[in-house]
């Protein structure tokens, strides 16, 4: 297989081909090698080096990567590193521009009505749900989580909202690739228990997780249909157990609520039994 480095350089060296713009794909590649770094980072040298460029072009390149936000820069250790400009980027340009403005809209709306941290993650192919929005709270005891992370594959709250509703023969084939994971002791990871929590999730009409991804922490949450009746994105909120719990009722009747705006606002086809506000 070939390593991470040689397939930077490689795409690295398409610059040259009548069909890319040289810089563009020298930025592309510096990208991509620095996503393989993680939170090692590269240095000047370290990425000049790995991609054939000279010093000079390369810190160019990365300088004005610097500005757009997209990788940051360790002076002190003399390292670059990918952004959290990058991921809130590319996270938004998955979700239907045409949506976002509306969602982000109810989603601020939400928290400043419940005082609670809200999340907008978005199913992807591979089984994570990746953070397109997330609101800011005062308090610091609040989960709070980037634009741009994955909640991983099986993640409780995220998996039960995009389970419940959906029919039973795909939820079915959905339960039969599930790997279960045990992020804390209170986690399901077993096939019966989950049944019953998706057959419990449409009775209380949310989802729910008690600690079961955090410990200590509550967190409700709702699928959002498109148009075409299937989900594509997640609208959750959360806070600590012990505060969560005099705030629960009227979270999650405004977490029905702002989901049902959200569907009459962009023609969303949720199942004829997907809860409605009281």
Known sequence: MMSSTRRVVKQAAAATTPFSV????????????????????????????????????CHNILRTLAVHDWISYDPEARLYRLSSGISADSATA?????????LRAFTLELSNTVGLQCTLSEPIADGTFLVVLTTKQSDASM???????KFPPGTPVQTKAMLAWIDAAAQEVALEAWHPVRFTNMTITDRPRLREALRQTRRDGFARSDGEFVEGFTTLALPIFNRSGDVFA???LAGPEDDF??????????????????????????????????
């Open 245 to 278: 719990r005099a705030r629960e009722a009227k979270a999650a009747q405004e977490l029905i609520a702002t989901v049902a705006r959200i569907h009459a606002k962009i023609d969303g086809r949720p199942p004829v039994d997907f809860p409605r506000p009281k």
């Open 22 to 57: 040289p810089a563009v794909a020298k930025a592309v590649a510096i990208v991509r090698l620095l996503n393989d770094r993680g939170s090692d980072g590269a240095t000047l040298s370290e990425v000049a080096d790995a991609l054939a460029m000279t010093r000079s072009h």
């Open 234 to 236: 997640v609208l959750s």
């Open 94 to 102: 998955l979700v239907s521009m045409a949506h976002f403005d509306t």
């Open 143 to 149: 989960l709070s989580v980037p634009v741009g992370y």
